[in-house]
């Protein structure tokens, strides 16, 4: 089972710290609009004890990698980690930040074999 998407303030990670409170335009908060923003096709990851997760979009995608990503993340968590980020706030990169999120889940050998 996947686990629940919670929004909180981010500590210690490589991004800005995620305060909803902060993002707030005309009474919608940006971590509202970036609920709504969903991939087209979801990716599937696995989870530690090899149960098959789909992460639907960019805000998931951060939750996941800032709470359930396996060891440190090499240079495609990073990147991920910027696009994905920068996407919430550009949905021009919603589907650029899907396949950088692939790419990393691919180098942390998550994606599920076929």
């Known amino acids: 089972m996947c686990p629940a998407l919670v929004v909180e303030p981010i500590r210690g990670s490589r991004i800005p710290t995620l305060r909803?409170?902060?993002w707030s335009y005309s009474g919608t908060t940006l971590v509202d609009k970036a609920a709504k923003l969903l991939?087209?096709?979801?990716?599937?990851v696995c989870?530690?004890?090899g149960v098959g997760c789909?992460?639907?979009?960019?805000?998931e995608a951060l939750f996941w990698m800032l709470n359930h990503w396996p060891?440190?993340?090499g240079p495609e968590y990073?990147?991920?980690?910027?696009?994905?980020?920068?996407?919430?706030e550009?949905?021009?990169m919603l589907e650029h930040s899907r396949a950088a999120f692939c790419a990393a889940a691919h180098e942390a050998m998550i994606?599920?074999?076929r």
């Open 20 to 22: 909803a409170s902060a």
């Open 39 to 44: 991939w087209q096709i979801p990716v599937t």
């Open 47 to 49: 989870t530690s004890d």
């Open 54 to 59: 789909n992460i639907e979009g960019p805000l």
């Open 71 to 73: 060891g440190e993340g």
């Open 78 to 88: 990073e990147d991920a980690m910027a696009i994905c980020y920068a996407s919430l």
């Open 90 to 92: 550009l949905p021009s």
């Open 111 to 113: 994606l599920p074999t």
